[in-house]
């Protein structure tokens, strides 16, 4: 693993508008950077990121087996009383599920560390499937890089071949997030347009214009009923709304699925370390009230349950806590983790994005950010195998 400083290409901005990445620059500042990009061994990707990512996946599932069947294990993990049914209903009735996102922390050398899961609503998946391949691409067209350099990255076919199996039969299937934030509206897009190519007919409609009827079903703003809804907003807010009690009784299939609200906190944390301790490739990780949690020390990382882009993620260092962004996550309780920096490359602190699709390793994004918690302006940072 190594980090390569290259002459960004002169036009990628407008090669990105032309294909609706439109969010390439954060607050002034690019977020998708093509100066810089990680070069992978295929031993690397084959050995100590592709068969990870699926073996964590297959221990997630695993646990979300044993939390459904289990009111202490729900209420650990801040599902709210009243929709615990629902949400272990979805699993056994194992409600298909389309994709998430594991944040690895790796170096080349020692094991990849699971920093956490993104299993409900993981964005990055845009530019990650589609943009650094054309970057690919066109640099190998260039010459800036040899013609047998590779990239692992499946993600936009298995998403497309997903829905597929999802829905063998097409149909109609509304597609929901907030059209005034940017980034959430073009990654609804993207996953429109695979639908499409999937054989589904997609309806696109704003999370604050879903409403109910008479009969108690979801319902768009022009009436029509939701039966199938892809939805880029996580379960933690959606079984916290006025309408979650309809949530059951409503008959939508929601892609993520419910059972998803499982795996999207940070409570899967050290739950997987109480099944598995001593994994390689995770970190000690255990509930705030809980005394083992001493075994950490003076230093370790304390996180909510639930946050966004590091919000509130606090460092802890020999007893005295980093600046925390705060953004008011923490209410529904915490988690601490083992202190495990990711590495530092020239600069910046690269954390791996590890996509699930289905049931298979998709592909990795890299987020590189200038300090050790990766936060929203992170930047996006194209990688390649050679060799």
């Known amino acids: 693993m190594r980090r390569i400083h290259l002459d960004p290409r002169p036009d990628w901005r407008a090669k990105a508008d032309a294909i609706g990445f439109v969010y390439h620059d954060t607050a002034g500042e690019p977020y998708w950077d093509e100066g810089t990009a990680y070069a992978f061994t295929l031993r690397e990707i084959e050995e100590d990121i592709e068969p990870v990512a699926e073996q964590l996946h297959a221990m997630c599932l695993d646990l979300v087996d044993e939390v459904v069947a289990s009111e202490a294990l729900m209420e650990r993990l801040a599902i709210p009383a009243a929709h615990r049914d629902f949400v272990a209903a979805s699993w056994r009735e194992r409600q298909p599920s389309l994709y998430g996102r594991f944040d690895l922390a790796y170096d080349g050398t020692a094991p990849a560390k699971l920093y956490e899961y993104n299993a409900d609503t993981p964005t990055s998946v845009f530019e990650c499937a589609t943009f650094q391949w054309i970057w690919l691409e066109e640099l190998i067209a260039a010459g800036t890089l040899p013609p047998g350099v590779d990239q692992f990255n499946s993600l936009f076919d298995k998403l497309r071949d997903r829905f597929r199996t999802i829905f063998p039969t097409g149909g109609f299937v509304h597609f929901a997030a907030d059209a005034t934030a940017i980034e959430d509206r073009q990654t609804v897009r993207f996953f429109e347009d695979l639908a499409v190519q ?105 996180k909510p349950l639930f946050s966004r882009e590091g919000a509130n993620v606090e460092i802890v260092r ?7 962004l705060d953004q ?11 202190f495990h920096a990711p590495p530092a490359f020239g600069g910046g602190y690269p954390v791996i994005g590890a996509w699930i699709v289905g049931d298979e390793a998709a592909g990795i994004g890299v987020r590189e950010d200038n300090g050790i918690v990766t936060r929203n302006l992170a930047r996006f940072v194209p990688h390649y195998i050679d060799g």
């Open 328 to 338: 008011g996550y923490g209410e529904e309780g915490h988690v601490r983790q083992a």
């Open 318 to 324: 020999d007893g005295g806590a980093d600046p925390v």
């Open 198 to 302: 999937a054989g589904i007919e997609p309806r696109f409609v704003e999370m604050r214009d879903i409403g109910l009827n008479a009969g108690g079903r979801f319902v768009d703003d022009e009436g029509y009923e939701l039966q199938a809804a892809f939805k880029l907003y996580p379960w933690e807010y959606m079984l916290r709304e006025p309408y979650a009690p309809k949530l059951a009784g409503a008959g939508v299939r929601w892609i993520e699925p419910a059972w998803k609200a499982i795996l999207s906190n940070k409570g899967l944390l050290p739950l997987l370390w109480q099944r598995h301790p001593g994994h390689p490739n995770l970190l000690p990780t255990f509930f705030d009230d809980d005394p083992a949690a001493a075994s950490l020390g003076a230093t370790f990382v304390r």
